[in-house]
């Protein structure tokens, strides 16, 4: 059985950064696409970000771009989303993602958060302004 297990999230103002982690068990780590998604109050669960499985690619959601960098380590079995720059609207729930049907990071960006396999409980992000 998958588990994921997010950390790292806190309050921090806006500007600053954060770097959350994502420990992952249950199946081979190095096969699987990995990604981060977050869910704001009232707002739906959106893509934030995925890597390969081997890291050598990855996808962000343009809210993300220049700002945040997803990186795993496949002998620890962690995937990571380093964010800085943070800005109120990052506030929400950052979730971390597997799902076995997807091959690339950019189809994990394509896949409705209603069909992803696995989810982690989530991690707070709060930024003040």
């Known amino acids: 059985q998958v588990r994921l297990v997010e950390s790292g999230g806190g309050l921090v103002q806006a500007g600053g950064s954060l770097r959350l982690s994502c420990a992952a068990s249950?199946?081979?780590?190095?096969?699987?696409?990995m990604g981060w998604f977050r869910q704001a109050p009232g707002k739906e669960r959106e893509f934030v970000a995925a890597?390969?499985?081997?890291?050598?690619?990855?996808y962000y959601a343009d809210s993300g771009k220049g700002r945040f960098t997803i990186s795993r380590d496949n002998v620890n079995n962690t995937v990571y989303l380093q964010m800085n720059s943070l800005k109120p609207e990052d506030t929400a729930v950052y979730y971390c993602a597997q799902d076995t049907a997807i091959t690339t990071a950019q189809a994990m960006g394509a896949r409705s958060y209603n069909a992803i396999d696995y989810w982690g409980k989530g991690t707070l992000v709060t930024v003040s302004s």
């Open positions: 890597i390969s499985t081997s890291g050598s690619s990855t």
């Open positions: 249950g199946r081979t780590f190095s096969n699987y696409v």
